[in-house]
C-alpha cells in the first residue's frame, strides 16, 4: 500500500505560478510510477503529467509542453508538479496517482493509488 498527499493547490492570477507536491508514504515508493491528473468541473479527468520511477522518462499533456514540470525526489518520496504561465483553463482538481511498475502510463485505469487532490483555481 501506498498512500498520497498533495499539496500546493490555490487561488492565483493568470500568468502566475504555482508548484504541487505529493508525498508518499508506505512501501517503497522508488518503484513506482508516478503520474498528475486533473478534473474541471464537468470534464473527464485527464493525464497531465507522468514519470517512470527513475525519474528519467516524463511524458506531457501537449496542453501544458513548455509550462508545466514534474519531477521526482526518490530518497524524500516526493513528486512536484511546477506550474508556470498558468492560464483559467487549468483550473481543476489535481489527483497524484502512483501504481508500481517500471514505465510510465498516462491512462488512469493503471493507477491503483491515488490522492485525494488538491484544488487549483486560476483567476483571469
Known sequence: QVQL?????????AGDSLRLSCAASGRTYSGY???WFRQAPGKLRECVASVNW???RTW???????????????????????????????TAVYYCAAEPASDLY???SWYHYWGKGTKVTVSS
Open 33 to 35: 510510477a508516478m503520474a
Open 60 to 90: 506531457y499533456g501537449d496542453f501544458v509542453k513548455g509550462r508545466f514540470t514534474n519531477s521526482r525526489d526518490n530518497p524524500k518520496n516526493t513528486v512536484h508538479l511546477q506550474m508556470n504561465s498558468l492560464k483559467p483553463d487549468d
Open 5 to 13: 498527499v498533495e499539496s500546493g493547490g490555490g487561488f492565483v492570477q
Open 106 to 108: 498516462t491512462d488512469q
Open 54 to 56: 527513475s525519474g528519467g
